[in-house]
């Protein structure tokens, strides 16, 4: 038996923690022997249904109850899970019908397994020829034991955010998750016996599966887990489930805490909520703005959040999830450096006067971990040298399931090239800068789309979240960009004139050049990924 397995199956039994699901309407508590019994029957199911050794099952289910045993139980079964993305009521079903029939055909599933409330999808599916399972048909067989696993069988078939017309799935063993569980344990200061965790983070995205679904199941620890949706109809149920439980671990994105903020100065009374408990709230999937953390501390303060229980990370579907975290208890730290040398030199050289640039310290690389910053010709940079990241260690991949068969992700050494431009510190401390394919260089400049979206938000009128720079003729020697925007305000053309000359504005005064164009776009328009990330590329029609 993998140490994953063996270990998760232990902890189920012997562990008095479990899952509360159900939250707002009907809560309920499971322990995690209640869940191992479902799972139970649900491999019984699997068995039935021929899923055996080294399948890979496709899971197309909202609820985290029916969710938890059902990935344990094709664990039981030596199988392979992969969380199919999730439609949304914006989502175009044709073409998410094309894509998710591409990504199933891709990973050869064995089985579909569909629940509510995505059954309307089964027939679909069938008229495919697909072979197609609901979890109440799993949940009725007869319970069987988990057959033998080895360190090296896969675990998960996790999609990637991009995953679109042409899919890819990142490749995690049995290994992989364990030598990442266990890292990040150490790198939370994680206490079994006190820390409750609680999440709305979605089941098909890296973070919300491994980091706040698989992980605590492994390790037998007290979670409250909710769906997307809830979050999105309300976003304090977040601040009542942390006060309700005692909440002391959770985790989101930048936007969301920002959406957080909000929510908290708009709708709720300082004292309505006790954030008091809160010592360990993660932000990570997408870069960390230090000022929308200043924002989320000054807000949350009334209702007793405390300023060092925020903490940037940094991680990857292809690190198993983490790769950095800032130090428990240490709230944010901010490395404020030359922006023009930045720019210019690519070199991080610390300053506190005039132009500046604020970046977020990510924290020291996890146990099992190293990291490196490395030149366009290859060679390794020094400390606060800006260069492409790469990654090495027990949790990385070894690479992609695609359409056109196994692509690896590590060179001949074993280092992943992670796509982001970063540095280290002195101290060894993770900063990045953005995303190589999205930086646009402009006279020999780097200029990054996060400065740009952050001064195109500051414009009153613009969504929270909802700016994008968009980088034209990427490679060419005028290359430029344009900036996207979303507003209540689209079908004003008063406010749009408005909201484009202050976006300009506010554009140039942060990076000195100006955007060949400004879109204002009506609310949804913004392309972004099923985890909320944006869409630069997907974005270049909008502005063209």
């Known amino acids: 038996m993998s140490r994953f397995t063996e270990a998760m199956f232990a902890n189920a039994l012997s562990s008095p923690r479990g899952m509360v699901t159900g939250e707002p309407d009907a809560p309920v508590r499971h322990t995690w022997a209640e869940v191992h019994e479902r799972a139970r029957k ?38 392979s899970l992969t969380m199919l993305h999730q439609p949304t009521p914006r989502t175009n079903l044709e073409r998410w019908a094309e894509e998710t029939t591409a990504v199933i055909g891709m990973i050869r599933a064995a089985a579909v397994v569909v629940s509510d409330p995505f059954m309307p999808a089964a027939p679909l599916l069938e008229q495919l020829g697909l072979n197609v399972v609901t979890i109440e048909d799993l949940l009725a067989a007869d319970p069987i034991d988990p ?74 620890a007290e979670l409250v887990k909710v769906t997307p949706m809830d979050f999105l109809r309300d976003t304090l149920l977040w601040a009542r489930l942390i006060d309700k439980y005692k909440g002391t671990m959770t985790a989101a994105p930048n936007f969301a805490y920002t959406l957080f903020a909000k929510r908290l100065r708009r709708q709720a009374t300082p004292g309505q909520f006790d954030l008091s408990s809160l010592r360990w709230a993660l932000s990570g999937s997408e870069q960390v703005e230090p000022a929308d953390v200043e924002d989320l501390i000054e807000a949350g303060a009334p209702f007793g959040l405390r300023h060092e229980a925020i903490v940037p990370a940094y991680g990857m579907a292809e690190t198993t999830v983490g790769v950095a975290f800032s130090e428990s208890g240490g709230g944010m730290v901010i490395d404020e450096v030359d922006a023009d040398l930045l720019s210019a030199l690519r070199r991080a050289i610390p300053a506190t006067r005039g132009n500046t640039r604020r970046l977020v310290s990510l924290g020291k690389v996890l146990k099992g971990l190293e990291i490196r910053a490395v030149a366009d010709d290859g060679r390794i940079l020094p400390q606060r ?62 200029v990054y789309p996060t400065d740009i979206e952050r001064a195109a938000a500051r414009v009153d009128g613009v969504r929270a979240g909802c700016a994008v720079a968009v980088r034209l003729d990427a490679g060419q020697s005028r290359e430029s960009f344009a900036v996207a925007v979303e507003s209540k305000e689209y079908e004003n053309p008063d406010e749009v004139r408005r909201i484009e000359k202050q ?19 009506e609310p949804g328009m913004i392309p972004k990924t099923p985890s909320g990330k944006l869409r630069r590329a997907h974005a270049v029609p909008l502005v063209s």
């Open 42 to 79: 649900i491999a019984g199911g699997l068995a039935k249904a021929g899923v055996g050794h080294g399948d890979a099952v496709a899971v197309l289910a909202g609820a985290p109850v029916e969710i938890a045993p059902t990935a344990q139980g094709i664990w039981m079964r030596g199988a």
């Open 385 to 446: 040298a800006v260069g492409v990241l790469q990654v090495r260690g027990e949790p990385v991949t070894s690479g992609y399931m695609t359409i056109a068969g196994f692509v690896a992700a590590q060179d001949e050494q074993g280092w992943y090239d992670t796509g982001d431009l970063g540095y280290l510190t002195e101290t060894d401390q993770v900063v990045v800068c953005g995303r190589v394919k999205d930086v646009i260089i402009m006279a020999g400049r780097n």
């Open 147 to 220: 057959i033998d696993t080895d360190e090296g069988d896969l675990a998960l078939l996790q999609l990637t955010s991009g995953s679109t017309g042409s899919p890819k799935a990142v490749q995690i063993t049995h290994r992989n998750v364990v030598s990442n569980a266990e890292a990040m344990f150490i790198g939370a200061d994680f206490d079994q016996e006190t820390d409750v965790i609680v999440s709305w983070l979605p089941c098909f995205h890296d973070m919300g599966l491994t980091g706040y679904l698989t992980v605590p199941m492994y390790f037998g």
């Open 503 to 521: 976006v300009a504005h506010e554009v140039v005064a942060e990076v000195d050049v100006r955007p060949r164009n400004v879109v204002v776009l």
